[in-house]
């Protein structure tokens, strides 16, 4: 009688599945340490499901395209260019701010060389961190001194770390500010991990100045302005002007700090016609002590926070012990400067060339012509040209919408989700939305440069 074949003998040895997968010339070229790890895994998981009573695994030929599939997804998964076809122009999913290529030329050089970022070139002594970009980002903003760290939220961190703590801890703050930006950052969560004592003050809608006081003991470190970035409140409202908040800050000797977020440098009104987001350089203006904002948001920088404002406070900010843990490496720190160095130069005459910047002020007319020349170029029935609004995002401006000029394709024979996949496993992926029965691409976020690639994609899977 033949003995019975274990269930086991079903599953393939793994040389044997890395074998076959070798002669695969269309295989993504993932390194082979990870590509073994997961036909490692997917065998382990076929000895699971037999273990645990599964009948069959499958044909030989079955577990490797499982595997094959697992494969792409691992390398779709990291991280490389996209098309942004989405119309929202700081997309957080997306890499938030694009840098420009000047940014980016002098990354490349830091990057592949040694540089001077700790060392004094005129006395060769160890140098200041960062000490150019300080100067220039307090120039920039019209701030007695300025530094950076890691992001806004860091940022924040470090002010009610310096500004909030010991026998003056407490932070007031109207309830009206308690608010989530998004990817996580809740003004109550920073405050907790920042060993700040909350004290909350007022109504969601309706916050006086007389709250503030009232809540003013010697316990208080400081008085916290957190900015709407992502939201609006209108209707029954009310709050204290900066102005009269800042007033209440000198009468008891508290600093005002503002955690305004969005990090506009330039009149965004006068870039497209949208509301006028406060900068940093507004909010100083108006006696707020420290103002923080991100880098990479309207800034159009990499990931930082930027910390501005009264020379006394900034400089106890940078000698916060956790500051070293917070603070920026040299790609960064060059981003920022190189960025900051365009907004100067865009101050005295020529124009900023940074993408946000240039995205912020396309107009219809600007776009037209190159949605007609990708029509034209695809010449397929299912293409035409839509209008569309392009939005800020990023947790900025939700009332800005700009028009914006759309590629429109209503494929055949294949679903809108569909169609949307097989552009996104594009080898220079692409993501665009649905609306109207459409598929979607806003031209204002796309770069002119990858004009050609939208080309291609669209005509790969038409
Ligand atoms: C976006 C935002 C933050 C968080 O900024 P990150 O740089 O992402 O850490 C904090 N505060 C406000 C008001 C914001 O808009």
Partial sequence: MA????????????????????????????????????????????????????????EFDEI??????????????????????TGVIIHTNLGRSPLSKTVVEKLTQVGQYYNNIELDLGTGERGKRGGFLEIALANLIEAEAATVCNNCAAALILILKHLAKGEKNEVIISRG?????????RVPDIMKVSGAQLVEIGATNKTTLEDYRDAITERTGMLLKVHRSNFYMEGFTHEPTTEELVELGKEFNLPVVEDLGSGAMLPTDSLAP???????????????????????KLFGGPQAGIIAGRADLVAGIKKEPFFRALRCDKLILTGLQETVIEYLKG????????????????????????????????NHDAVSIGEGLARCGG?????????????????????????AKRLRDRELPMVGYV????????????????????????????
């Fill in 3 to 58: 003995r019975k074949r274990s269930p086991f003998s079903q599953i393939p040895a793994v040389d044997r599945v890395l074998h076959e997968l070798e002669n695969d010339a269309q295989l993504p070229p993932l390194p082979l340490p990870l590509i073994t790890d997961l036909v490692r895994q997917k065998i382990e998981s076929l000895r699971d499901h037999l273990k645990g009573g599964g009948e069959s695994v499958g």
């Fill in 395 to 419: 947790g900025t401006m939700p009332k800005a919408e700009m028009p914006s000029v759309t590629i429109d394709i209503s494929p055949k024979g294949v679903s809108l989700k569909k169609f």
């Fill in 177 to 185: 500010e308690l608010v989530e930006i998004g990817g996580g950052f």
């Fill in 64 to 85: 490797v395209a499982d595997i094959r599939a697992d494969i792409v997804s691992l390398y779709q998964s990291r991280i490389h260019p996209v098309i942004n076809g």
């Fill in 347 to 378: 101050k005295s005459g020529a124009s900023a060339d940074l993408p946000l910047i240039r995205k912020l002020s396309l107009t219809v007319d600007d776009l037209m012509p190159r949605a007609e020349a990708i029509v034209k170029a695809l």
């Fill in 435 to 462: 609306a109207d029965d459409k598929y979607r691409l806003d031209l204002r976020t796309i770069m002119p440069e990858q004009d050609a690639a939208v080309i291609e994609n669209l005509k790969a899977v038409l």
């Fill in 274 to 296: 949208i509301p006028h987001e406060p900068t940093a350089t507004e909010v100083l203006n108006r006696g707020v002590d420290v103002v923080c904002v991100s880098g990479d």
